[in-house]
């Protein structure tokens, strides 16, 4: 090998998309979700892929990553981790601020109690007409 065709082995090239990512030249200089993308669009247009149809194809950011928000106590922010008591009122608490008083919880107990007790207990009424058969 020449010392160019070193440098071209070595080069990692930009995906053609322009995500930001490195593209293959088995991949046609796309990188791997790009590729996926232009093969799903190509076979839902039933159409060969070739150079030019590839170029034209517009994609979405699909390189978007989604951060997830750890999962850290709503009072004094300390991570909770796996054992993070969640409450009724939709916030996770450690083990010091799981319970309604410790910290100030907004949920009102006695009415979702009084709601549940309306369901389960349906008001019986006595027959009116004593002597019906």
């Given at each position: 090998?020449?010392?160019?065709?070193?440098?071209?082995?070595?080069?990692?090239?930009?995906?053609?998309?322009?995500?930001?990512?490195?593209?293959?030249?088995?991949?046609?200089?796309?990188?791997?979700v790009?590729?996926?993308?232009?093969?799903?669009?190509?076979?839902?247009?039933?159409?060969?892929?070739?150079?030019?149809?590839?170029?034209?194809?517009?994609?979405?950011?699909?390189?978007?990553?989604?951060?997830?928000?750890?999962?850290?106590?709503?009072?004094?922010?300390?991570?909770?981790?796996?054992?993070?008591?969640?409450?009724?009122?939709g916030?996770?608490?450690?083990?010091?601020?799981?319970?309604?008083?410790?910290?100030?919880?907004?949920?009102?107990?006695?009415?979702?109690?009084?709601?549940?007790?309306?369901?389960?207990?349906?008001?019986?009424?006595?027959?009116?007409?004593?002597?019906?058969?």
């Amino acid at each position: 090998m020449t010392m160019k065709q070193r440098e071209d082995v070595d080069q990692p090239k930009l995906c053609k998309a322009g995500c930001g990512f490195f593209g293959n030249s088995k991949t046609q200089n796309y990188c791997s979700v790009c590729f996926k993308a232009v093969l799903q669009k190509a076979t839902s247009k039933q159409t060969v892929i070739s150079v030019n149809v590839v170029d034209t194809i517009p994609l979405e950011n699909h390189h978007s990553v989604e951060v997830k928000k750890k999962k850290r106590c709503h009072v004094c922010n300390k991570r909770v981790g796996l054992i993070g008591f969640g409450c009724r009122c939709g916030e996770s608490f450690c083990g010091l601020h799981r319970m309604p008083e410790e910290h100030t919880c907004k949920f009102d107990f006695k009415a979702a109690g009084r709601a549940v007790l309306e369901k389960e207990n349906p008001v019986c009424v006595a027959d009116k007409l004593e002597t019906r058969i």
